[in-house]
């Protein structure tokens, strides 16, 4: 699969701070997918991008797809502690079957700053 | 809608022993995929499938395989499990191609 990079790894956080996160790739992708994974769970996706350049928000949530196509941020807005959880980007493109694939950041794992 | 389901949640295998683990979906979703997650490591594709009767290989096939002779169902085979397939299987479903995935609970597998 297509590699990304995903920054930083795992980040602290208090409550009421902004946070943000990114992916970045050497590849572009068509759309780019932000996902929460809490411990014992399945990832449950946040927000979905579909074109290069658009800002979309959900709650205190904000992804950017990146103009370049080949990056993607997301930020929190005043945390709270059930911000907490691991945190993956994905990059989606077509591949040589025509499929669509998925390919997933390592992840961003935040935690609560004691 | 129960959305995407998994059996069994937990395994612990012997090397060289067999096992299935099903996925079901109630969304009507065409597509469906398996993946593995391993620590650090970001989610990889096993195989997926692009409807019912179909399947194809992903990203780390090799030890694994797939059967979908049901739109609903997608199961995953370990034919002969070794310690390198410990891992967290994790089902998905798309009725588009590949976007907007919805993963299942994961099935933590554990082979001695």
């Known amino acids: 699969g297509q590699q990304l990079n995903q920054s930083p790894q795992s980040m602290f956080i208090q409550e009421g701070e902004d946070v943000s996160m990114n992916c970045t790739s050497s590849s572009i992708f068509n759309t780019w997918l932000w996902y929460k994974q809490d411990p014992g769970e399945g990832p449950v996706l946040l927000i979905a991008?579909?074109?290069?350049?658009e800002l979309t928000s959900n709650g205190r949530l904000t992804a950017q797809f990146g103009i370049t196509r080949k990056d993607s941020f997301l930020n929190i807005s005043a945390s709270i502690p059930s911000d907490v959880g691991i945190y993956f980007c994905?990059?989606?493109?077509?591949?040589?079957?025509?499929?669509?694939?998925?390919?997933f950041g390592a992840g961003t794992t935040v935690t609560v700053r004691a | 809608n129960a959305g995407v389901t998994q059996t069994p949640k937990f395994r612990v295998l012997k090397t060289g022993q067999s096992m299935t683990l099903l996925c079901a979906q109630d969304?009507?979703?065409?597509?469906m995929y398996w993946y593995r997650q391993d620590p650090g490591m970001g989610l990889r594709l096993i195989h997926y499938s692009v409807g019912e009767g179909t399947t194809a290989k992903g990203e780390v096939p090799d030890g694994y395989n797939v059967s979908r002779l049901k739109k609903q169902n997608f199961l995953l085979g370990l034919e002969s499990a070794a310690p390198s397939q410990t891992s967290v299987y994790f089902c998905a479903s798309s009725y588009f191609s590949g976007n907007e995935q919805f993963f299942g609970p994961g099935t933590r597998l554990t082979v001695l």
């Open positions: 969304m009507n979703h065409e597509y």
């Open positions: 991008l579909y074109k290069a350049g």
């Open positions: 994905a990059g989606g493109i077509i591949s040589r079957s025509n499929d669509y694939k998925l390919s």
